[in-house]
């Protein structure tokens, strides 16, 4: 049944996937993983000055139970990668993981026995942002880059 046929512009259809889609996409938590230079470049993204919230992700949190949006900013050596995988596991479905910065997109220019070379070696990723530090605007275009995952269905699922 042609549903637009017979109600015109008074009704709207949609998918409840959309629906939820459009929601999340707006109302991102993230969780600020921060071990070094790189997380002082958020607090830029979070400031009145670049204003995360234009992109409805705003509501920081420090506990991975509450949010669905793992931002890893700096070096990560391999004791602490138990740690950062735990951190995730304890994140809800579905979540996503954004890697900031040279260091944990790669382990930077510390290539070294104890440092591990790019945080998807522990954890899955979803965005790299490149730079050393990147600019809160190359953070932001990452949060845009997944909110165009999440409009496309892109989940991720504990293996
Ligand atoms: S990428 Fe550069 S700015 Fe970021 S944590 Fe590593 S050394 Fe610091």
Not at 35 to 60: L, N, P
Not at 109 to 122: K, L, R, W
Not at 141 to 155: E, N, P, R, S
Request: aromatic residues 10%; positive net charge.
């Amino acid at each position: 049944m042609n549903l637009k046929r017979f109600f015109g512009d008074t009704i709207l259809t949609t998918q409840v996937d959309a629906v939820l889609g459009w929601g999340r996409k707006y109302s991102l938590w993230p969780m600020p993983y921060g071990t070094a230079c790189c997380a002082i470049e958020f607090m830029g993204t979070v400031s009145a000055a670049f204003d995360i919230s234009r992109f409805g992700a705003e509501v920081v949190r420090f506990s991975p139970r509450q949010s669905d949006l793992l931002l890893v900013m700096g070096t990560i050596n391999y004791k602490q990668a138990p740690v950062l995988k735990k951190i995730y596991e304890q994140m809800c479905e579905p979540k996503w993981v954004v890697a900031v910065g040279a260091c944990a997109a790669s382990g930077g220019f510390y290539n070294n026995y104890s440092v591990v070379q790019g945080i998807d070696e522990v954890i899955p990723v979803d965005v790299y942002v490149p730079g050393c530090p990147p600019r809160p605007e190359q953070i932001i275009d990452a949060v845009m880059k997944i909110q165009k995952k999440i409009d496309k269905g892109t989940l991720h699922v504990n293996p």
